[in-house]
């Protein structure tokens, strides 16, 4: 007998083969039959046509903090998700030494877009090294199933302390990473993830401790994943990191490199289809490199008191380093200053940044000051043209103008879908990006399979069904080296995600306050989403999550080579 049959289904079986109409059973956990006649089992859900997939496989979030005190890692067991990949950018909490734990959640406010309260309150510290936090989350349970990446940022601070974020290494604290890298890796890690982005900085505009590795470093830490025979490299690259530098760091270690993040930039929108040529010739010398893409448009809101985009500007540092609002407000309305900015957004080629085509895409979403009530929902761009000023100019007169609490929403990268469905199909991308668990304030992505099976297949046609859920399921469970998983195939585990490819997408933005000390996030419901089940244990309904579902999922600790 079963414990679970779903039948009268289309199956998807996340390989990428066709439609079928039928359904699965499951025992133990996994998939004991798929297809017709399934047999008798103590439970059975009519799926009466809808569509059954393999659960989706998130490569890209950044719940590391969050699961030690949400197992549901929510929102994305809602939004279909059965796997999650945290510590990816190299943003993780272990290891930690205790005296260094309010210095880790400092450096996480700004990149996760929690507050810093939240973070204090909520957070769990019953572990110190990799192997302990590997082992406490564990201990107390996850709903979706979790692979985790040490995280370049963490290890720094854990061997260097506060000097992490100040200067290289010296050989012997290389050494000892490398020690710990290996250490990670083989405790079950999937991985070592790191970023090189220049928008990925602490509190005060610090930069994460990763950003000041030197190349020996990282050539030391990858070959320690080399050492291993496993694991994958993450990287989130900033202008520095070149793709063929990236492939001497394939070569050299022989392990799989993740490149994020790959984005159409409106700037250049030549140069991420010359970086995947890059990647192509890479893989036909036999190193395995993947494209991490995405399927939104990388949007956010944001207020000029927190820029996050402007602040991968050098230009922007002075703004960045002022010690109190007066001085801010001195600093944005410095001619000099804008001059620099101006001249810096000007220069073509320079990779993932605020330039002048963003500003089409910069819209005011809410103003605090009455007067200014008409200009809600027009672009900068559209105000500066009509005036015939410099954008630069009139973005930055609005904020001072008492709206430096205005709320903006911009549209930086993958703003034309022509392009962007080039990236989605392309054999060597890996579909993610959603940062689930980060930038809560201002973005939230974690609906981004059932965007891709509700926007890019049903209303686009850019790819067919089947191949839509092989993007988010097999292919990053093989591109990871989770065995067993992303697939409906008997033996495989059973986590599965029964939806209405007819209505399936992500519902409408709103803000919700569940975080700890109530602070508040942007969330997207679910829209078409029948049932999820991690492990064969059912986790959502069509209401949503099932809040007494337990904690069936797994830390995944044993990967392929
Ligand atoms: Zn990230």
Redesign the pocket.
């Known amino acids: 007998m079963h414990d679970l049959v779903i039948d009268n289904a289309v199956v998807l079986d996340g390989l990428g083969g066709p439609a079928r109409a039928g359904g699965v059973a499951v025992a133990g956990g996994r998939i004991a039959a798929v297809g017709h006649d399934l047999g008798a089992a103590r439970q059975r859900v009519d799926a009466r046509g809808l569509a059954l997939a393999p659960g989706i496989v998130d490569i890209?979030t950044?719940y590391d903090a969050q699961l030690t005190w949400d197992p549901f890692a929510t929102p994305s067991t809602a939004l279909g998700v059965t796997t999650v990949v945290i510590g990816?950018?190299g943003f993780t909490i272990a290891p930690c030494r205790p005296a260094d734990r309010d210095l880790t959640l400092r450096n996480l406010t700004h990149v996760e877009g929690m507050a810093l309260e939240a973070l204090r309150a909520g957070v769990r510290w019953d572990f110190e090294s990799y192997p302990q936090y590997l082992d406490a989350m564990e201990h107390r349970g996850v709903v979706p199933n979790v692979a985790s990446f040490l995280g370049h940022s963490s290890l720094r601070t854990y061997v260097l302390g506060a000097e992490a974020t100040r200067r290289a290494a010296t050989p012997a604290e290389v050494a000892e990473m490398r020690r710990l890298v290996l250490e990670a890796v083989r405790a079950g890690a999937v991985g070592f993830a790191t970023s090189t982005l220049e928008q990925h900085n602490g509190e005060n505009g610090i930069p994460m401790p990763s950003r000041l590795a030197d190349e020996a470093e990282l050539l030391a830490l990858t070959g320690a994943l080399g050492e291993a025979g496993r694991g994958v490299f993450m990287l989130?690259k900033g202008m520095t990191s070149s793709i063929p530098w990236l492939e001497k760091v394939a070569a050299a270690s022989g392990r799989p490199v993740m490149i994020a993040a790959m984005f159409v930039d409106p700037g250049d929108p030549a140069r991420v289809f010359r970086e995947l040529g890059e990647i192509e010739a890479a893989r036909g010398r036999g190193r395995e490199l993947w494209a991490q893409v995405g399927c939104f448009p990388l949007g956010m809101e944001f207020t000029l008191r927190h820029p996050y985009p402007l602040e991968a500007f050098l230009a922007w540092r002075p703004a960045i380093e002022a010690a109190d609002e007066a001085a801010y407000r001195r600093v944005l309305a410095d001619a000099s200053f804008r001059k620099r900015l101006k001249d810096e957004a000007a220069t073509p080629g320079v990779p993932n940044r605020f330039s002048y085509k963003t500003f089409a895409h910069l819209a005011i979403a809410d103003v605090r000051r009455a007067e200014h009530r008409a200009l809600v929902g027009r672009t900068i761009g559209a105000l500066a043209s009509e005036s015939g000023r410099d954008p630069f100019d009139v973005f930055l007169d609005f904020g001072l103008d008492g709206e430096l609490d205005a709320m903006f929403d911009c549209k930086l990268f993958n703003t034309d879908e022509d392009e962007v469905r080039r990236l989605l199909r392309h054999p060597h991308a890996a579909v993610a990006l959603s940062?689930a668990g980060?930038h809560l304030s201002f973005l939230c992505d974690a609906g981004f399979g059932l965007h891709l099976f509700g926007h890019w297949v049903r209303e686009r046609g850019d790819l067919t069904l089947p191949e839509a859920v092989k993007r988010v399921t097999s292919d990053v469970a093989a591109a990871y080296r989770v065995p067993e998983r992303g697939r409906l195939q008997p033996g495989a585990w059973a986590d599965l995600l029964l939806f209405d490819a007819a209505t399936v997408g992500r519902g409408p933005k709103r803000r919700v306050n569940d975080l700890p000390t109530g602070a508040t996030r942007l969330d997207t419901p679910a829209v078409g989403v029948h049932g999820v089940w991690v492990n064969g244990v059912r986790t959502a309904d069509e209401r949503g999550v099932l809040a007494d579902c337990g904690r069936p999922g797994r830390v995944l600790r044993e990967f392929t080579a």
Do not use: G, S
């Open positions: 890209h950044h990816n950018c989130t940062d980060a």
